[in-house]
């Protein structure tokens, strides 16, 4: 639990910097059960969102494909109660799926694993 907390915040320094923007939150979704689950969750930022009058934009970085938790959790219930709060704008970015440059890097790390093992990925928090 620690190593994904630790590298989706790392991750999403990485990808607010490179977008140059200062306003980003990590939020998390997909919680099953009566467990305690990560926080803050994303119907908590969505409320946040709302209160706060700024448009939402959700970047899935745990997920590399679209599936249930994309198609249905973000870009269906997510949306329906972004709009139910009052969220001024809700969208999510694609996941890579089969993106070219994406399929690129697998293969390459497939093909070179040697060549990535010393190198970090994503910069340490």
């Known amino acids: 639990k620690d190593g994904h907390i630790n590298r989706i915040s790392a991750i999403s320094r990485v990808q607010g910097q490179s977008l140059s923007t200062a306003d980003y939150r990590v939020c998390y979704q997909s919680r099953v059960g009566p467990i305690q689950w990560l926080e803050p969750t ?3 930022e969505l409320q946040n969102a709302a209160r706060d009058c700024v448009p939402v934009v959700v970047v899935p970085i745990s997920f590399v494909s ?5 198609l249905v959790e973000l870009d269906s219930e997510y949306k329906e109660k972004a709009a ?3 969220v001024p704008f809700y969208g999510r970015v694609p996941s890579l799926g089969c993106h070219p440059l994406f399929i690129k890097s697998l293969a390459e790390l497939i093909m070179n694993p040697l060549s ?4 970090e990925m994503v910069p340490s928090p």
Do not use: C, P, V
């Open 42 to 44: 994303l119907d908590q």
């Open 66 to 70: 679209d599936h249930s938790e994309t």
């Open 84 to 86: 139910t709060y009052g």
């Open 116 to 119: 990535f093992a010393s190198k």
